[in-house]
Each structure stands twice: as C-alpha cells, then as structure tokens.
C-alpha cells in the first residue's frame, strides 16, 4: 500500500469517526433537553397539585385578579397570591432539591449548582 492511499484511508476513517461523535453528541444533547423538559412538566404538574389542595388554579387566581375593583386591591391581591404561590413553588423546588441530592449521593458525584 502506498503512503498517499494509507493517508486517504486514514482520513476516511477519521472522518467516520468523526460523525459518529457528532451523533453521539447530539443524542446526549437530545437526552438532557427530554430529561429536563419531563423534569419542569413534572413540577409543574406537582405545583398544579399543591394549589388545588388550596383550592386554587391558575385561572382562579387569574379571574380573582380581574374581579378586583381598584388598581389598590388588585396590587394587594396579586402580591397575596405572589407569595403563596412563591411559598408552594420554594417548597416543591426544595423537594426537587432533595431529590437531587439524593441522587447525587447514590451516584458518587457532587453537585456544581446550588449548595450541597
């Protein structure tokens, strides 16, 4: 075999190898946005349950917004349900936090964001 048809061979060959990290990257890239995605859709969802133990939904708070009389009202009554609302999400969060960290524990691997 010649030295240039070992070269072409060669490039070949790294070129192959090339595109199937490219695939292999862009499949973990496509993972990590599922995994994520189903992660929110799952807060959300366990959000949407904590506010209807408080009977309340998002449109009840939207319609409670609209019934208010005056601009004063309104701001009281949106600030109100703000904290609620942010008190639910801190607490779901810190059970995503935990759940997390629980994870973290069983594989072995420290967490880069937020504290440990």
């Given at each position: 075999?010649?030295?240039?048809?070992?070269?072409?061979?060669?490039?070949?060959?790294?070129?192959?190898?090339?595109?199937?990290?490219a695939?292999?990257?862009?499949?973990?890239?496509?993972?990590?946005?599922?995994?994520?995605?189903?992660?929110?859709?799952?807060?959300l969802?366990?959000?949407?349950?904590?506010?209807?133990?408080?009977?309340?939904?998002?449109?009840d708070?939207?319609?409670?917004?609209?019934k208010?009389?005056?601009?004063?009202?309104?701001?009281?009554?949106?600030?109100?349900?703000?904290?609620?609302?942010?008190?639910?999400?801190?607490?779901?969060?810190?059970?995503?936090?935990?759940?997390?960290?629980?994870?973290?524990?069983?594989?072995?691997?420290?967490?880069?964001?937020?504290?440990?």
């Open positions: 075999m010649s030295k240039e048809s070992k070269h072409t061979e060669f490039e070949a060959l790294k070129n192959v190898w090339k595109q199937h990290y695939d292999v990257k862009a499949l973990k890239k496509e993972h990590k946005a599922a995994v994520r995605s189903a992660s929110v859709q799952r807060a969802h366990e959000v949407e349950a904590s506010l209807s133990r408080l009977g309340l939904t998002f449109n708070i939207d319609s409670e917004l609209e208010a009389s005056t601009a004063k009202e309104a701001s009281k009554t949106q600030q109100i349900k703000a904290k609620e609302s942010l008190e639910i999400i801190k607490n779901e969060m810190g059970l995503i936090n935990d759940e997390i960290n629980k994870r973290a524990r069983a594989s072995k691997t420290s967490k880069t964001i937020g504290k440990q």
